[in-house]
């Protein structure tokens, strides 16, 4: 008898048996869009872990945006520690209440690869491009494991991830990817918050008394106190929800830092230069489609596609470092990308 024992894939998919009956089952899987032979020994759902996290896609994210852009200081959150500690919350979400936790985690790993430099302002840099229905960083991020750097992920992952925002419709098909969903508010809600004191924006005692009560201070309490209300209501009415008292409290939050911080009129005003810069980036590729990289000439897609998935693509350093090369004569427009 020695101290290791071999655990193979159909070891684990049939310790997915015991999760709940609402929870994803990989031998059950929709499967890929190109059938491929198992892996000896990881699941399909570990599988698209794994690839997303090996990706190029991924990698870039430690040189994204996720609100505050360029900041002075070395622990502002990016959008690659944002995407981090959406997967913690995920697969804490998904253990509580026994789900499938590698799925919960593959959908938090590339929920965001989409994004585009200088974070959500890309969304507003490039909807001009997609009328009327606008350019939308999930349905990037779909389009990035499945065209861009085709991984070939499960069909689950991809709903996921094109549905981790809660304003898309359908919702999502799994409570793995509603665990998302609420991993997602839950990191961004309380690390912005952070970032905003930390960043002068607001003081510490700035944010409404009722989200004070609820939830505490600002920091790893208002992580704890949302997840737990996630837990203790889903496993009270037999789906993923917050109830609704702590919801409300959780919105009001929202709301207070959407008018307090998001779209606060100086983070605006930092955000048009960045607006600027990827419109002029989109606009030279779409003149000079010549100098569009090998990896993004798609001749089946649109030429504004095959760029804005270029542009998309690229880091805030890369975008500036190629906005300088192709514009030298001209300063950065404003002194937030300075």
Partial sequence: MTGLRRRDREAREAEEQHLAPLAARSALSRGRARPEPPDAFRTAFERDRDRILHSKAFRRLKHKTQVFINPEGDHYVTRLTHTLQVAQIARALAAALALNEPLAEAIALGHDVGHTPFGHTGEEALS?????????????????????????????????????????????????????????RIAYLSHDALDAIRAGVLPPDAFPGSVRERFGEPGRLWVAEMIGAVIERSVAVGRVEMDAG???????????MFSRVYEAPEQLEQQKPAVEVIRQLVEHHLRHPESLPDAFRRNEDPLVMQVTDYVAGMTDRYALTMHRSLFPAAPLPGPALD
């Avoid at 992952?157 to 609420?182: F, K, L, M, N, Q």
Wanted: aromatic letters at 12%; proline letters at 9%.
């Fill in 128 to 184: 001009p491009y997609f009328p009327p229905a606008g350019w939308h960083h999930a349905a990037q991020s779909v389009r990035t494991f499945g065209v861009v750097e085709d991984l070939n992920l499960t069909w689950e992952v991809r709903d996921g991830i094109r549905a981790h925002t809660w304003r898309i419709d359908p919702p999502p098909s799994s409570a793995e990817a509603i665990c998302v969903r609420y991993a997602d």
């Fill in 246 to 256: 702590t919801l409300a409290v959780m919105n009001e939050l929202r709301d207070f």
